[in-house]
């Protein structure tokens, strides 16, 4: 496992829909984060796990999204009923501890139409 | 919540001139971590500052922390066309909530002109 690996790549749902990303972390790594960005912006944090438990969640986040991360392992962040501001880059990021290098995925692009 | 603010947004040079950007704040960090972002690509980490007043370098960055832990700067020296892309920073708040998150500045574009 030389990184963190997100999949899809690439997500056209439309509007309404729901849709299911997946983050596989460097296997060492028991802390993850989900982060969306936006043209222009930075990584706006949206949720971490340590292990299993999910220990932070933004305020900003709407009851559409939610995250697991069942073993303590990969992760899967959904969004249900899809909306046009949804559109967005979700990366995943991993890290050993909290004073460590946050290490990225490529991202799931994701466009609603 | 904790905020952490970059400027400027966007910053154009010429090759070979320096190029600084800056980073504050609301809250006290823990650490601050600065990353790089090439277009298309995704966020790749250049350095983490710990101590108050620290100073690390890597080639020609220059990479400084406030003595309040609070701001921090990136200074490129004779900037490249390979320099070419957006600078965040990236700090965790000392304590209390949100202390899990690793909150990213917008950044700092960085466009050079050969």
């Known amino acids: 496992d030389t990184g963190v690996s997100q999949d899809p790549r690439h997500k056209i749902t439309k509007r309404g829909q729901n849709v299911t990303f997946r983050c596989d972390p460097i296997s060492e790594h028991n802390r993850l984060y989900w982060y969306r960005q936006t043209l222009g912006q930075g990584p706006e944090f949206l949720t971490y796990?340590?292990?299993?438990?999910?220990?932070?969640k933004s305020r900003l986040l709407s009851d559409r999204f939610s995250a697991e991360r069942p073993k303590g392992s990969f992760s899967t962040l959904e969004i249900q009923r899809t909306e046009q501001g949804d559109s967005a880059m979700y990366l995943c990021a991993s890290r050993a501890n909290l004073n460590t290098e946050a290490f990225f995925g490529q991202g799931t692009r994701l466009t609603v139409v | 919540g904790q905020q952490v603010m970059q400027i400027p947004q966007y910053q154009h040079v010429q090759e070979g001139e320096d190029f600084t950007t800056y980073c504050n704040s609301s809250t006290t960090l823990s650490n601050i971590q600065w990353y790089k972002q090439r277009p298309g690509g995704h966020p790749v980490f250049l350095i983490q500052?710990?101590?108050?007043?620290e100073v690390k370098k890597q080639k020609r960055l220059t990479f400084q922390f406030g003595e309040a832990k609070k701001n921090s700067s990136l200074h490129i020296t004779a900037t490249q066309t390979t320099d070419v892309g957006t600078y965040f920073c990236?700090?965790?708040?000392?304590?209390?909530?949100?202390?899990?998150?690793?909150?990213f500045g917008k950044g700092t574009k960085l466009s050079v002109i050969p």
């Open positions: 500052l710990v101590k108050s007043g």
């Open positions: 796990f340590q292990n299993e438990a999910q220990l932070e």
């Open positions: 990236a700090g965790r708040a000392n304590s209390g909530a949100g202390s899990y998150q690793l909150t």
